[in-house]
């Protein structure tokens, strides 16, 4: 088969796949702006070198795509290898095309093109016709019953608006209501506040716990409605939303509900406070500390050691990183076990000195710089930072006038500057193989923890380095303030016996 056969190929088939989206998507209506920006995410992700994006998706995702296309193509699967990566190559180009084709399609919801006949004809029935001797029966015109309380998509218009005006919600906070809200309106219809029922709650959770996890980025599930979503999820065996994500969900209902309550006259029940399901997982369980070989295949990863490019991360080389995001984000979250968006959106201003200690100052700046619960803090650089070159290249971004330590990380759609560096790293550790279920960049913030306790450092002072309230009596009385210096006296203590980073010679 030449290229120019399996091109035909895969443009018819993909062809038929693209007209039945279109279809169901007439049916469904536009995207929302949060799919249109999934949707924006997996074309970036498909744009990958072929087969580093392969790699990424890994082989059972390789081989039921490869398996899918040559079924539905006649095509036999026993290929040589060659022939395997074109065709490889070529689906992962034809899905470009295809959601590319889909976000034009959305467009056409914008304005009605009256050249073409619609997608479903609308039937009026017919008026059963007028006889000489037949009466005409009066009609009372009845106005329509005055709903008792708004519709939710109204409802929750208005709290959107007054959350907005007042800054109470980050863009990402108003986005992630926007979804529960709308997967709740599509499940359980668009009606009165005052009409929803208990039972409307119970099936909104059952709907839930069939839910897949990341269904809107699945291709067995992009772009359908969450009912058949739900269905391909136990067709494929597919995994389901977390415990913890399910009562997010519930709990994003609630508040909205309590917030009608305070706003209309009638007494808006709490339908989704008895929906919610025990979580047996903590905070602490739900994510797991890198184990130390986790640590060691990270950082000695091509990343560290020297990779091929910028581009070609994840495969050795003699390309040094070390004046990079990529390479000083880990060694930071591992060293000060700061969350990624406070060390993603550090000015340098916030890397200072005091009595010859250098510190981090995290804290809240200008509209995109946010810090948890609005906690600010101190915390100072690990002597092991210093000796990697972190000082040195924070020092060259001052002399290149930059206002940021990592001025390459743009703020996303969310208004947080980690977004971009979550989904690389995420990516990176995954193609290394150093990531499970349970682990993400946030699993730093777990071995600092544990680096803190193993040092014996109090308890008091490792809340107060990870930026957490007080706990108990402790964080009712006094100031809540710890002398720098004390502070840095506990912070030269941690130590990962297990991981050398002595092989990194560090920035300058």
């Known amino acids: 088969m030449n290229h120019g056969e399996l091109r035909t190929k895969v443009h018819e088939h993909f062809t038929e796949v693209l007209k039945k989206a279109k279809a169901r998507r007439d049916e469904l209506g536009p995207y929302t702006e949060l799919e249109k920006e999934r949707i924006a995410d997996t074309i970036r992700l498909h744009e990958a070198d072929n087969e580093d994006f392969w790699d990424i998706m890994k082989k059972d995702y390789a081989t039921q795509q490869y398996q899918s ?6 095509i036999p699967q026993k290929q040589p290898i060659q022939t395997k990566w074109a065709i490889l190559d070529e689906i992962r180009k034809a ?17 009605y093109d009256f050249s073409v006949p619609p997608s479903a004809p609308v039937s009026v029935p017919e008026s059963p016709g007028l006889t000489s001797g037949s009466s005409v029966t009066k009609i009372e015109n009845k106005s329509p019953e005055v709903p008792s309380s708004p519709l939710l998509s109204v409802l929750f218009a208005e709290r959107k608006a007054e959350a907005e005006q007042t800054g109470q919600w980050s863009a990402k906070l108003v986005r992630d209501y926007q979804t529960w809200i709308d997967l709740f309106i599509e499940l359980q219809g668009d009606r009165p ?44 065996s597919l995994p389901t939303l977390s415990v913890g ?39 602490r369980n739900q994510h797991d500390p890198f184990s130390k070989e986790q640590l060691q295949i990270i950082f000695n990863s091509p990343l560290f050691a020297g990779c091929k490019s910028r581009r070609f991360r994840t495969i050795p080389g003699d390309t040094n990183l070390s004046d990079t995001h990529w390479y000083w984000l880990p060694l930071l979250g591992l060293w000060t076990g700061a969350r990624l ?17 250098p510190f981090i100052r995290v804290q809240e700046g200008d509209e995109y710089q946010r810090v948890k619960f ?15 070159g972190f000082l040195r290249f924070v020092q060259a971004q001052r002399d290149a006038d930059e206002r940021r330590v990592f001025p390459d990380l743009k703020v996303g759609a969310m208004g947080y500057h980690s977004e971009q560096a979550s989904k690389e790293f995420s990516r ?20 600092f923890k544990d680096a803190c306790r193993h040092a014996g450092v109090q308890p008091d002072i490792n809340d107060i380095l990870l930026g957490h309230a007080l706990p108990g009596m402790a964080g009712r009385y006094g100031d809540g303030q710890v002398p720098l210096n004390v502070l840095h006296e506990a912070v030269c203590k941690l130590q990962h016996k297990e991981l050398s980073l002595g092989h990194l010679g560090g920035h300058g």
């Open 69 to 74: 296309f040559c079924n539905a193509s006649g």
């Open 95 to 111: 899905w470009i095309g295809f959601h590319e084709a889909m976000l034009e399609h959305d467009k056409t919801f914008e304005t």
């Open 193 to 236: 506040v005052l009409d929803y029922r208990k039972s409307d709650a119970r099936d909104f959770k059952t709907a839930l716990l069939g839910l897949p996890t990341n269904r809107n980025k699945l291709p067995q599930t992009i772009g359908l409605p969450a009912v058949e979503a739900i269905q391909a999820a136990k067709d494929h």
């Open 245 to 283: 994500t399910i009562n997010k969900g519930l709990g994003r209902l609630q508040t909205t509900w309590n917030w009608a309550n305070k706003q209309l006259d009638e007494e808006v029940t709490d339908l989704f406070a008895p929906m919610k399901i025990p979580d047996n997982n903590n905070a």
């Open 341 to 357: 968006n406070e060390l993603c959106q550090l000015s340098v201003a916030d890397i200072d000195q005091q009595d010859g200690i």
């Open 374 to 388: 609005g906690k600010s803090r101190i915390v100072p650089i690990h002597p092991e930072l210093v000796r990697l």
């Open 428 to 447: 990176y550790i995954d193609a290394i193989g150093a990531k499970t279920v349970k682990t993400s960049f946030h699993s730093f913030r777990h071995n």
